[in-house]
């Protein structure tokens, strides 16, 4: 049943952010893990960004003249500069629709 | 002294921009669920119960192209595990909070409002009720989250796939990590990271999405030493 498998995945899902809020304990994580921790934005999130740029729809990796590398680029130099999230990533996805729609058309 | 409301505004004001990605890949999300053919009302539930973006999209292809749902369930568990480091940085803030109160807050927590709320908690420690902040961050993910993947669901695609809006997703999150490329021990931990996370991306149960971040914090741990 479908609903089952949903239902145990929400529980799943919910278990891993409830863990660590609720069960443990400031005293329990050390001031060098506490330090380690400081990093997990940046630890994180490019296992989201990379893929999502350099990973197609089919798994593969993409070309490297691929436009959303260009799109990339310039979503990081914008928000670099601008420090605005819409800038960001409007710089990204216009560049990218310039690209595609226009040069490569 | 900043009020539970005041609080609460700036949270859903820190988050709202990436609305602007989030709003489109939920339509994407709901479409593509009732376009592999489910009932319309378990791709929704999923909003409801899971409340996880692509692992929800992952669940429900998995399932369509044959995997048992144990291991649809499981990747979602993995994909999601992610959570844990969130919540791991959070806790220091909101361990005032009654156990109640923590199991409720949990609910809400996501990738784009833990990264908000945790700037704003950084900056903003002495606050007494910093917690609406992540409520705030919270709330208005779920809200536009329910109302994106309702669209998608009820109204089909609409949104064009040429336009490759899912392109934005990756975009968002270069947003909330860009400052950070300023410091070059930051700057190490994300290369390491996304190189881990291109070399591990067949892995099973998508397990990417945790293996690299740990390796980077072994990087990260490596680089705290070597500043000493």
Redesign the interface.
């Given at each position: 049943m479908t609903l089952t498998s949903i239902i145990f995945a929400g529980i799943l899902t919910y278990l891993t952010r409830m863990t660590m809020i609720a069960l443990i304990s400031r005293d329990m994580l050390g001031d060098k893990i506490k330090a380690v921790l400081e990093y997990v934005p940046s630890a994180v999130f490019p296992a989201i960004i990379f893929p999502g740029i350099f990973i197609n729809d089919f798994g593969t990796f993409i070309e490297m003249n691929d436009p959303k590398i260009f799109g990339a680029l310039v979503a990081v130099i914008v928000g670099y500069f601008s420090k605005n999230i819409i800038a960001t990533i409007s710089a990204g996805l216009v560049s990218y629709w310039f690209l595609i729609f226009v040069v490569f058309n | 002294m900043l009020t539970k409301k005041q609080l609460f505004t700036r949270g859903m004001l820190d988050i709202s921009?990436?609305m602007?990605?989030v709003i489109p890949f939920g339509i994407i999300c709901g479409a593509i669920g009732v376009e592999l053919g489910?009932?319309p009302y378990?791709v929704y539930?999923?909003s409801f119960?899971?409340?996880?973006g692509?692992?929800q999209i992952v669940?429900l292809q998995l399932?369509s192209g044959g995997a048992s749902?144990l291991v649809?369930?499981a990747s979602?568990?993995i994909i999601?595990?992610?959570?844990?480091?969130?919540?791991?940085?959070?806790?220091?803030y909101?361990?005032k909070l009654s156990?109640i109160k923590?199991?409720l807050?949990?609910?809400v927590?996501v990738?784009q409002g833990f990264?908000e709320s945790?700037k704003f908690f950084k900056k903003n420690r002495s606050e007494e009720f910093l917690h609406y902040h992540l409520i705030g961050t919270g709330c208005t993910m779920w809200v536009c989250w329910q109302i994106a993947t309702l669209s998608g669901i009820v109204l089909g695609s609409f949104v064009p796939e040429?336009?490759?809006?899912?392109?934005?997703?990756?975009?968002?999150?270069?947003?909330?990590?860009?400052?950070?490329?300023?410091k070059l021990?930051?700057v190490i931990?994300?290369?390491?990271?996304?190189?881990?996370?291109?070399l591990f991306?067949?892995a099973p149960f998508k397990s990417?999405?945790i293996i690299?971040?740990i390796i980077?914090?072994f990087v990260?741990?490596l680089l705290?030493r070597l500043k000493k």
């Open positions: - | 921009p990436h602007l990605s489910f009932h378990l539930a999923m119960i899971i409340f996880g692509a692992s669940f399932l749902s649809a369930v979602v568990g999601n595990s992610r959570h844990l480091l969130y919540g791991a940085v959070l806790s220091e909101l361990e156990f923590k199991l807050i949990s609910y927590v990738d990264a945790n040429e336009l490759g809006l899912k392109f934005a997703i990756p975009l968002t999150f270069i947003a909330i990590v860009v400052h950070d490329l300023k021990d930051h931990v994300m290369i390491t990271c996304g190189l881990s996370s291109l991306f067949d990417y999405i690299s971040p980077a914090l990260a741990a705290l």
